[in-house]
């Protein structure tokens, strides 16, 4: 699947890995560039660089995401590839409030229900298009400080196979973006363990040129981390070792986040 002369709406491009894509995706020259994003002047920004149209819009909002699609038919006619990136984080496990896991759950799973709702039907109608899930690493294996996101990325890769299961034999191509570290604002350098993620991070650029490529071979996985590919290889040839090893890297993070919480605790007495 090629970009060129196509119209591509990509949620969640006014910063970070969106807006690398919509910057990758403008050099294959598109008919039409649609960044959908809550933050809107961001958006403008990326849109005013790169001749594209921005929109305002909550992923996590069927409404939105309906009204943004609509009006993107108006301008356009049609929508043929969608870019499904917008996502957030949130730290925890089990204890983290109801509020982020119903707030991780609608925008890094059920926005891409959403999307699919009002864009699929039409393009399989019109013989095909293109359907890329941003979901992450933690979908295919885990992230060790948040419960929300890993079980919400876990629906992100679920929902990117139903899709390609169900569709890739009427002309849908269904590719899912699983990064680990990507260096942009989405990390928190106070975190030890984003910090950790941060230490094997590769650029957002990488990635758009990862998630080109993957879309021109028409493969599922987008992998810019190769070992993430190698460790869900090894999850699925023994998921008792793989578990076990992660449980190790938890244990030795764990130690890090207990003596950065200490330090912090420690100066703010001082002060
Ligand atoms: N950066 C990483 O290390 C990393 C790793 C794996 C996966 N990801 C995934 O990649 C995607 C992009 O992340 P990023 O690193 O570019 O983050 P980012 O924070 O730099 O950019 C995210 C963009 O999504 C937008 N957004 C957030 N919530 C939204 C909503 N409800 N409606 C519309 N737009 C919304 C933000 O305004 C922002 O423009 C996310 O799905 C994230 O989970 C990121």
């Known amino acids: 699947m090629e970009f060129g002369g196509r119209v591509v709406l990509v949620t969640g491009g006014a910063n970070g890995i969106g807006r690398a894509l919509c910057q990758r995706i403008a050099q294959e020259r598109p008919r039409g560039i649609i960044i959908a994003d809550c933050d809107l002047p961001a958006a403008i ?12 819009c909550d992923v996590s909002c069927e409404a939105d995401v309906k009204a943004v699609v609509e ?36 925008i890094n799973s059920m926005a891409h229900v959403y999307l699919a709702r009002a864009t699929v039907p039409d393009m399989v109608e019109r013989g095909g298009g293109a359907f890329i899930v941003t979901a992450s690493a933690a979908g295919l294996l885990t992230e ?19 899709l390609s299961v169900h569709y890739r034999n009427r002309g849908l191509k269904v590719a899912c973006l699983c990064p680990a570290g990507v260096a942009t604002d989405f990390l928190d350098m106070n975190d030890p363990i984003h910090q950790f993620l941060h230490y094997r991070s590769v650029t957002p650029a990488h990635v758009a040129e990862c998630v080109i490529e993957t879309l021109r ?8 981390h190769p070992e993430v590919g190698e460790f869900f290889q090894f999850k699925t040839q023994d998921y008792d070792r793989w578990l076990h090893n992660f449980a190790h890297i938890n244990s030795r993070l764990q130690k890090r986040l207990d003596r950065v919480t200490k330090a912090t605790k420690d100066s703010s007495e001082i002060s």
């Open 71 to 106: 009006k993107a038919r108006q301008e356009f006619g049609q929508i043929e590839i969608v870019v499904s990136n917008a996502g957030v984080t949130a730290k925890g496990g089990f204890e983290a409030p109801d509020e982020d896991w119903d707030r991780l759950w609608r």
């Open 144 to 162: 060790i400080g948040s419960a929300a996101y890993s079980v919400t990325k876990h629906g992100a890769v679920a929902f990117a196979e139903w």
């Open 217 to 224: 071979s028409e493969r599922f996985l987008v992998l810019p």
């Open 45 to 56: 920004s990326v849109a005013e660089e790169l001749g594209a149209r921005a929109m305002q």
